[in-house]
């Protein structure tokens, strides 16, 4: 029966150190040579662009953990600000973001998450962004928030903070399918998306039984396929979606309609559902 069975307790786990505490993955040493200039840019123009406004900021993704593709990885960031962030803020960004991927070629878009320091710091993100920043982002500008966070565990806090709110955002999910064109093109990058949202729910849906971390997709569907054998074909072509992406409609409908909901379900029969946010 799926999550009966725990494993051998000498089977090895990544991302935890000898405490069973969660480790804070990549470091700019990790950052391949290929994109030192696009990291050296953004780290300059971030205070240019949000000025006083600007408290800290952090790569995250596969650049940072030293796994980017040329030509095909994004560049990810995130920004504090010291003050809840406005139009005018993400205006800024997002034009920086356009700039930086119109110069560097070898990366594929940049996406950047913006908050307020007081947002990462709130007890209510404590075990979502909060631990986002601690153990998956990188220092790139400014003082680390992660002096003040606790360490973390795999645990089923954790779990239900951080993903448990998939069935939340189905409803969303299909109207996206809905409204978008009927491209390939226009689909892809919802198939890419949701596969990986999919993917990281899967296995932070085991991860406390797993007893570690990892935020490589085919080794997060392989942890779940050992207590879901059921479903594994389904997260296995999920994570290679997620790699790489195809714009077939059946896809999407695949996971609103069957992968999706069920994951939901079974998630929050076993952590629970995450407390609601104010966006």
Not at 4 to 28: C, F, I, K, M
Request: glycine share 8%; charged share 30%; hydrophobic share 40%.
């Amino acid at each position: 029966m799926p999550g009966t069975g725990p494993l051998p307790e000498t089977t090895p786990r990544t991302g935890l150190d000898a405490q069973g505490y969660l480790l804070r993955e990549g470091s700019l040493a990790r950052v391949q040579p290929a994109f030192h200039a696009v990291v050296a840019a953004a780290r300059d123009r971030l205070p240019a662009v949000l000025g006083a406004r600007l408290h800290s900021a952090y790569l995250y993704g596969s650049i940072p953990r030293g796994t980017a593709r040329v030509g095909r990885s994004d560049l990810d960031l995130l920004v504090a600000l010291r003050e809840e962030p406005d139009d005018a803020d993400r205006a800024a960004v997002r034009a920086l973001g356009e700039e930086l991927d119109e110069k560097f070629g070898q990366i594929d878009g940049v996406g950047t998450l913006l908050y307020s320091r007081a947002r990462l710091l709130s007890d209510l993100e404590r075990y979502d962004l909060a631990w986002f920043v601690a153990c998956l982002c990188t220092p790139l500008l400014g003082d680390d928030l992660a002096a003040h966070l606790p360490r973390y565990r795999p645990d089923s806090l954790l779990a239900r903070e951080t993903n448990g709110d998939l069935g939340r955002w189905l409803p969303r999910w299909r109207e996206r399918i809905d409204a978008a064109a009927d491209t390939e093109e226009a689909r892809r990058p919802l198939v890419r998306f949701m596969s990986r949202h999919l993917v990281r729910t899967g296995f932070t849906l085991v991860m406390p039984r797993w007893r570690g971390w990892t935020s490589d997709l085919r080794e997060m569907a392989g942890a779940f396929a050992e207590y879901y054998p059921q479903r594994a074909a389904q997260l296995r072509a999920a994570a290679e979606y997620g790699y790489e992406p195809v714009g077939d409609p059946d896809v999407l409908r695949s996971y609103v309609d069957g992968l999706g909901p069920w994951l939901a379900d079974e998630y929050t029969r076993v952590h629970g559902t995450k407390a609601p946010r104010p966006d």
